[in-house]
C-alpha cells in the first residue's frame, strides 16, 4: 500500500529522519493534497453508459470543507432490484477504477453508487486516515442521497484493500448498511503499517523496530488528525451485527489472509470468510477469473432484502 517510490527517495536522503518523515507522508498524505479545483462531473467509461444511467455529484460535508464525488448509476433493464449497492475503492484509487465490479452488479439488475474517498479522484481532501473519517463522510454522502430519493432502501457495500476496511468500518457505523463484501481488507490499521513500510523499503524497512514504526503511525495520525487505533475493522464488526463476506486471497502478500481470518474469528454475528486459491493483492482488483464477482453476487443476493416488482 505504501508507494514503491519510497524506498528510492529514502535511499536519496540517507538518512533516517529522511525516512521517516517519508513514511509518515506515505501513509496519510491525500493524492490530493492541497489540490483545490475539481470538476462536477467526469467520462463515465462507455460499457457503464451502454448499461445504465448515470448522475454525478459532489456533496459538501459540512462544516467540514471536504466535497465527496458520487456517481449514481440505474440499470438500463425492464425489472431492476430494488437494492442499491455502494462500491468503495483501493488506496489512492478512485470509484471509477471500479468499473468491471460497477458493469457486474448493474447487469444483475442492481443500482450502484461510486464514491471518491476524501482526497481521491474527483474528492478534495488533504489527508487519508483509513476509514475513520471516511465513514463519517459515508453517513453524510447516504444522507443526502436518501433525502433526495436517488437511492434504494436496501443498502449493500463493496469494497477492496482499503476500500474494504472502509466498508467493513462504515457498515458498523450506518445501521443502513444492510450488508458487505470486503476483499483482502486489513483487521487494523496498527498491524498493517509494519508490513507495509518493511515491503516497501527493503533496507532501512527491515533495520527498523515495530516501536519505531509504531510511533510513525502515531505521528502520521497526529498530522491528519486521527487516531490510528480508531482505524481498526477488527474492532467495528463486533460493534454492530450485520451480514459480511470476507474475501481474501492466499497469496496476498501485502496483506496476509491473517488479517481477514481475524477479523472473521472476532465477529459475533454472521461473518463467512472464504480465502481464494492463487489470488494475490493486486490481483484481486483485475479479479480476471471472475471468483470475487461471483462468490460477492451469491452474497448480496442471499443477504440484501430485494422487492423485485
Given at each position: 500500500?505504501?508507494?514503491?517510490?519510497?524506498?528510492?527517495?529514502?535511499?536519496?536522503?540517507?538518512?533516517?529522519?529522511?525516512?521517516?518523515?517519508?513514511?509518515?507522508?506515505?501513509?496519510?498524505?491525500?493524492?490530493?493534497?492541497?489540490?483545490?479545483?475539481?470538476?462536477?462531473?467526469?467520462?463515465?467509461?462507455?460499457?457503464?453508459?451502454?448499461?445504465?444511467?448515470?448522475?454525478?455529484?459532489?456533496?459538501?460535508?459540512?462544516?467540514?470543507?471536504?466535497?465527496?464525488?458520487?456517481?449514481?448509476?440505474?440499470?438500463?433493464?425492464?425489472?431492476?432490484?430494488?437494492?442499491?449497492?455502494?462500491?468503495?475503492?483501493?488506496?489512492?484509487?478512485?470509484?471509477?477504477?471500479?468499473?468491471?465490479?460497477?458493469?457486474?452488479?448493474?447487469?444483475?439488475?442492481?443500482?450502484?453508487?461510486?464514491?471518491?474517498?476524501?482526497?481521491?479522484?474527483?474528492?478534495?481532501?488533504?489527508?487519508?486516515?483509513?476509514?475513520?473519517?471516511?465513514?463519517?463522510?459515508?453517513?453524510?454522502?447516504?444522507?443526502?442521497?436518501?433525502?433526495?430519493?436517488?437511492?434504494?432502501?436496501?443498502?449493500?457495500?463493496?469494497?477492496?484493500?482499503?476500500?474494504?476496511?472502509?466498508?467493513?468500518?462504515?457498515?458498523?457505523?450506518?445501521?443502513?448498511?444492510?450488508?458487505?463484501?470486503?476483499?483482502?481488507?486489513?483487521?487494523?490499521?496498527?498491524?498493517?503499517?509494519?508490513?507495509?513500510?518493511?515491503?516497501?523499503?527493503?533496507?532501512?524497512?527491515?533495520?527498523?523496530?515495530?516501536?519505531?514504526?509504531?510511533?510513525?503511525l502515531d505521528e502520521a495520525?497526529?498530522?491528519?488528525?486521527?487516531?490510528?487505533?480508531?482505524?481498526?475493522?477488527?474492532?467495528?464488526?463486533?460493534?454492530?451485527?450485520?451480514?459480511?463476506?470476507?474475501?481474501?486471497?492466499?497469496?496476498?502478500?501485502?496483506?496476509?489472509?491473517?488479517?481477514?481470518?481475524?477479523?472473521?474469528?472476532?465477529?459475533?454475528?454472521?461473518?463467512?470468510?472464504?480465502?481464494?486459491?492463487?489470488?494475490?493483492?493486486?490481483?484481486?482488483?483485475?479479479?480476471?477469473?471472475?471468483?470475487?464477482?461471483?462468490?460477492?453476487?451469491?452474497?448480496?443476493?442471499?443477504?440484501?432484502?430485494?422487492r423485485e416488482d
Amino acid at each position: 500500500m505504501l508507494r514503491p517510490l519510497a524506498a528510492g527517495a529514502c535511499a536519496l536522503t540517507l538518512t533516517a529522519g529522511g525516512c521517516a518523515g517519508m513514511i509518515v507522508r506515505t501513509i496519510v498524505r491525500a493524492p490530493n493534497h492541497g489540490r483545490s479545483e475539481f470538476q462536477v462531473s467526469v467520462a463515465i467509461p462507455q460499457p457503464i453508459l451502454e448499461i445504465a444511467s448515470a448522475r454525478q455529484m459532489r456533496i459538501s460535508m459540512m462544516p467540514a470543507p471536504e466535497r465527496i464525488w458520487v456517481a449514481v448509476l440505474n440499470p438500463r433493464i425492464s425489472q431492476p432490484r430494488t437494492a442499491t449497492i455502494v462500491l468503495l475503492h483501493g488506496w489512492r484509487k478512485r470509484g471509477l477504477d471500479m468499473e468491471k465490479f460497477a458493469e457486474c452488479f448493474l447487469r444483475d439488475g442492481y443500482q450502484v453508487v461510486l464514491v471518491d474517498l476524501r482526497g481521491n479522484g474527483n474528492s478534495s481532501g488533504d489527508w487519508l486516515t483509513y476509514g475513520v473519517h471516511e465513514t463519517r463522510d459515508l453517513v453524510a454522502v447516504m444522507d443526502t442521497l436518501k433525502e433526495k430519493s436517488l437511492v434504494q432502501e436496501s443498502i449493500g457495500v463493496f469494497g477492496i484493500s482499503y476500500g474494504a476496511a472502509v466498508a467493513l468500518q462504515w457498515a458498523a457505523r450506518d445501521g443502513r448498511v444492510q450488508a458487505a463484501v470486503a476483499v483482502a481488507s486489513f483487521s487494523s490499521l496498527r498491524k498493517a503499517v509494519p508490513r507495509y513500510v518493511r515491503m516497501s523499503l527493503p533496507v532501512w524497512g527491515w533495520i527498523v523496530s515495530d516501536a519505531r514504526i509504531q510511533n510513525l503511525l502515531d505521528e502520521a495520525g497526529r498530522v491528519s488528525g486521527f487516531s490510528p487505533d480508531d482505524a481498526n475493522p477488527n474492532a467495528a464488526i463486533r460493534s454492530r451485527d450485520f451480514p459480511a463476506l470476507l474475501i481474501h486471497g492466499d497469496r496476498d502478500f501485502l496483506v496476509p489472509p491473517e488479517h481477514s481470518r481475524e477479523i472473521h474469528d472476532g465477529a459475533t454475528y454472521l461473518v463467512e470468510f472464504i480465502e481464494v486459491e492463487g489470488l494475490g493483492h493486486n490481483a484481486a482488483f483485475a479479479d480476471s477469473r471472475g471468483r470475487i464477482r461471483e462468490l460477492s453476487l451469491s452474497w448480496f443476493r442471499k443477504k440484501l432484502r430485494v422487492r423485485e416488482d
